[in-house]
């Protein structure tokens, strides 16, 4: 049995610690509101609501995954279960490495379930005839999103601890949008003249846009797992 | 004599050698050496504090050590780490469990780790033990808790089985229990136990090996009859407690109406020599070199 | 075999054990060539160390009481070996040392003490002979 395969299941059991149904609950939700929403809006002028409503709803289940990439660490920092890392035979890089391939997992998971929500509230609401094409715009930013988001998330989990952990997520994350906010606010020009060069030089080409998300992507990732490692195997547990 | 019996052909179960450790609290374990034949049970003993959970902590590569090696089953446990943990079992003094896992999550959460897992065999210690399946983990009673880690150990038959202040805090059934299962368990000579504790009780009749640790230092490791059969407790009235009594004596516990005193064997010798047929000579126990080891210097004097 | 541990009477252990596996030899209760528990079967009933049987073990083959074969276990030897023979003229020396010793601090000829040791001989082959059958 492969090392990284036995953390693995070690931290589906720390996923799982709700029970299944829980876990199988969240995950199928979003596609579940979707055909929800458009049973009730159903008919053949719902087109509009419900792209708009996939925005909002494919929005929460990218929140949805990445909050899922931070319950090993958070199961494991209820009572003693810490320890359990420490006499598991594998290796503390072993048990970084299953939590970032988990990571992929939900992000795939999260891809498909997107994909697959768009037609799937358009069929339920009994008008797939009027969808019209793919969002994959959308698809595509909230799979850079997700990797962005989870790759800040999953290195917090292994710098702060449990309730630590949430308001450095909770917090964090607002301050970053804030921040955010504020630059683009105080530089504005600029921030446009840049969003301008872009639109004009790469997001024009549908290849260079992909390519430069994919770069930024692994990149985030790259950096991540490898201060996940550094931090991890640091730690004194 | 008895120890030629282990001499050559014995591998080490466990293997520490000078192994040192700083904290930044400023304690500090040093230089710690012993050796643990395999198919022996050794007591880790000493005062809260004196450094026995981070030795265990240092054996599992929880924390760093900052000097010295240490083999467990011929192996380095950092270099191989994964394989010396596949032989290994834990008990701690607290559940290492998620709380609201059931005893059948535990079993399902820790089969995927052994590929070694005897499903088997951990029904028949729940059984024993009468621990009920769908329980959670936080609804077991600490003697529960220890029994369902003690059962986790035993299903994946770790060679090495190591226990960290296991019986704190158990009523007297459970802890005959578990000496009763270490008995068993190192029968056939191939399993080996590391026990932790300070409660010396469980240890002064099961425990092959000693290892004292107090202050963070190694006081003493080898056979627990040796290390017993190096002290007396010598007793008597204020009056006896002389100079030479005090210069010799490794720890003394003076009260309002006599003193003990703990001497070691040839000392004592020499004392009898002169006189005194009023000092009480008594064997030392476990817990009378603990305590005496380390009593207070103010109480000393 | 019988064997118990007082845990009070000071006694180690494993003298204990061997006092009460040597008297049931001496007593043929334990017939030549018959197995000892296995050390670790037996550490594991009494809840002793195997440390403390193997030196009980290894103390009683010194004194030609049984002997331990690799790999086999422990046997027990046939009663008038030669070590043990040497080993039991040793405790006798030993014993008459004791009571020659006592007899000269309360001023008992030789002559009378070996009248006592005669009585006292022949009181206990007496009581063997009752006890025996």
């Not at chain 2, 701690?92 to 070694?116: C, H, P």
């Not at chain 2, 060679?159 to 190192?186: A, K, N």
């Amino acid at each position: 049995m492969n090392a990284v395969v036995k953390s693995m299941r070690v931290d589906w059991a720390r996923i799982t610690s709700g029970g299944w149904g829980m876990i199988a609950g969240y995950m199928l939700m979003s596609p579940a509101m979707m055909a929800l929403f458009g049973i009730l809006f159903g008919g053949d002028d719902s087109a509009g609501a419900i792209a708009w409503l996939y925005q909002y709803i494919s929005g929460m289940n990218l929140l949805m995954f990445v909050s899922f990439v931070t319950f090993p660490a958070v199961y494991q920092d209820t009572g003693n279960n810490a320890d359990m890392n420490g006499l598991m035979p594998v290796s503390r890089r072993n048990q970084v490495i299953g939590r970032y391939v988990y990571l992929l997992l939900f992000g795939i998971m999260l891809v498909v379930e997107n994909t697959v929500m768009y037609p799937l509230g358009f069929a339920a609401a009994g008008a797939l005839g009027t969808m019209g094409a793919m969002p994959w715009r959308t698809i595509a930013i909230q799979g850079l999103v997700y990797a962005l988001c989870s790759a800040l998330v999953l290195v917090c989990s292994y710098r702060f601890k449990g309730q630590t952990l949430m308001y450095v997520v909770v917090f964090g994350g607002s301050a970053l949008l804030i921040l955010g906010f504020v630059v683009t606010m105080r530089f504005e020009d600029q921030v446009r003249a840049v969003a301008e060069w872009l639109g004009g030089h790469v997001f024009s080409s549908m290849g260079l846009t992909v390519a430069l998300g994919v770069v930024v992507a692994v990149i985030a990732l790259a950096v991540s797992y490898l201060a996940s490692v550094r931090i991890y195997e640091r730690r004194e547990m | 004599m008895v120890l030629d019996a282990l001499s050559g052909s014995t591998p080490f179960a466990l293997s520490v050698n000078g192994v040192s450790k700083q904290y930044d609290s400023g304690f500090r374990l040093d230089d710690i050496t012993f050796d643990l034949p395999a198919g022996y049970i050794m007591g880790l003993i000493g005062p809260n504090g004196a450094g026995k959970s981070t030795l265990i902590k240092l054996i599992l590569n929880m924390v760093r050590r900052d000097a010295g090696g240490i083999e467990v089953l011929g192996l380095d446990n950092i270099a191989d780490e994964e394989r010396v943990k596949e032989q290994l079992g834990v008990v701690f003094d607290s559940g290492y469990f998620v709380e609201v896992w059931t005893v059948n999550k535990v079993e399902q959460a820790m089969r995927g780790l052994y590929a070694t897992w005897n499903h088997r065999r951990f029904e028949q210690y729940c059984k024993r033990f009468g621990l009920d399946r769908r329980k959670k983990v936080k609804e077991l009673s600490r003697g529960m808790l220890m029994k369902l880690m003690l059962a986790v150990a035993l299903s994946h038959d770790a060679r090495l089985l190591i226990l960290d202040e296991p019986t704190s805090g158990l009523d007297v059934l459970s802890r005959d229990e578990l000496m009763d299962i270490l008995h068993e368990y190192i029968e056939d000579g191939e399993h080996t136990v590391l026990f932790s504790t300070h409660i010396t009780s469980d240890l002064e009749s099961a425990a092959d090996f000693i290892t004292y640790i107090t202050h963070g230092r190694l006081y003493f490791t080898g056979p627990k009859d040796e290390f017993l059969d190096a002290f007396r407790v010598v007793k008597g009235g204020l009056a006896d407690l002389d100079e030479t009594l005090r210069a010799k004596a490794v720890g003394i516990h003076r009260y309002e109406t006599g003193f003990d005193a703990l001497l070691r064997v040839e000392d004592v010798k020499a004392l009898a020599g002169d006189r005194r047929p009023q000092l009480l000579v008594e064997p030392a126990g476990i817990d009378d070199i603990i305590r005496l080891t380390n009593v207070r210097k103010g109480n000393a004097r | 075999m019988r064997l118990i541990i007082s845990s009070v009477s000071g006694e180690p252990i494993y003298e204990q054990i061997k006092t009460q596996i040597r008297s049931a030899v001496l007593s043929g209760e334990l017939e030549a060539g018959e197995a000892l528990p296995s050390l670790r079967k037996l550490a594991k009933e009494l809840r002793v160390s195997v440390l403390t049987i193997t030196r009980a073990y290894s103390e009683l083959a010194d004194e030609g009481v049984v002997r331990n074969i690799q790999g086999k276990g422990t046997f027990v030897m046939p009663k008038g070996n030669d070590v043990m023979k040497a080993q039991l003229a040793r405790r006798v020396r030993k014993g008459l040392g004791d009571v020659v010793a006592a007899a000269k601090a309360a001023g008992i000829p030789p002559a009378e003490l070996h009248a006592i040791l005669d009585e006292t001989y022949a009181t206990q082959d007496a009581a063997g002979d009752r006890d025996g059958r």
